[in-house]
């Protein structure tokens, strides 16, 4: 199982988008898919129940420093992949989880470095890393960026990275009316209108072609091998009850 986190301490860097998309398509392609929301505005969360997915990906949205590993151990046995919503706020549960995480990847618009919210997670990363004693693979994803132009502040961002060795995902999420769209419409891009909907089908390339970036980053074969060690492997139990599917509640 791979646990892949997505942060930024900036808001409005399009993390949400990021984890929506990658959930999405990961889910799309029948791998066992949780999202778990932990950005105390649940804009993924209200997402996932809008687009009625049914068992198709599953939502936790009660996540804390306090359950996470819990819910990681008990998505291990049924899952494939787990992609995480963090907060936006500097909190404990950025730092947490993303010591639990096989990669790590920072949303970065043309101009967000200027507000210290990417550089500040990148920092807590190599913070609880140098404590951990464990490499924490990490990357900045390119977001918002314009299909049509390389602006100035871009190519500085990219200098910037790139001066600071740090990993950048070789497909950026581009600037599409559609990802506005699958959040006011509570559908996902498969189930959207092209006829309505503009470049559609550029929208889902760029989603599938992300998807399949971020999962060679991540080294599906390596999954999980940083937060095993810290949570071991819950023994096999008839009946232990499971996260509860999109749309449906959960055992009490």
């Known amino acids: ?8 301490a900036k808001g409005g860097s399009g993390k949400t988008t990021a984890a929506v998309l990658l959930a999405t398509e990961l889910a799309q392609r029948g791998l066992r898919t949780a999202l778990l929301d932990c950005d105390e505005l649940k804009l993924a ?8 997915l049914g ?6 949205d009660n996540v804390a420093v306090f359950n996470l590993a819990a819910h990681l151990k008990t998505l291990r046995s049924s899952h494939d992949h787990v992609i995480i919503d963090l907060s936006g706020a500097r909190d404990a549960l950025v730092a947490f989880a993303a010591g639990l995480s096989d990669l790590v990847l920072v949303p970065v618009q043309g101009c967000a470095m200027d507000s210290r919210g990417a550089a500040h997670v990148l920092e807590l990363i190599e913070l609880v890393s140098a404590n951990a004693h464990v490499p924490i693979k990490r990357a900045v994803v390119l977001s918002r960026v ?3 132009v390389t602006t100035r ?5 990219k200098a910037v990275l790139d001066a600071a060795r740090i990993p950048v995902v070789g497909t950026p999420v581009i600037e599409r009316s559609a990802f506005r769209d699958m959040f006011e419409t509570g559908g996902t891009l498969y189930s959207m209108n092209g006829g ?3 470049n559609l089908d550029k929208a889902i390339l760029n989603m599938q072609v992300l998807a399949d970036d971020v999962l060679r980053l991540v080294g599906v074969e390596e999954a999980s091998k940083i937060w095993a060690r810290a949570v071991p492997a819950a023994p096999a139990r008839v009946g232990l009850p499971s996260p509860a599917p999109v749309g449906l509640p959960a055992a009490p």
Request: proline residues 3%.
């Open 1 to 8: 199982m791979a646990v892949i986190s997505i942060a930024n």
């Open 45 to 52: 969360a209200s997402w996932v129940r809008a687009a009625r």
């Open 55 to 60: 068992e198709g990906l599953t939502l936790l």
């Open 146 to 148: 314009n299909p049509l």
């Open 153 to 157: 502040a871009l190519r500085n961002v």
């Open 196 to 198: 309505r909907v503009s």
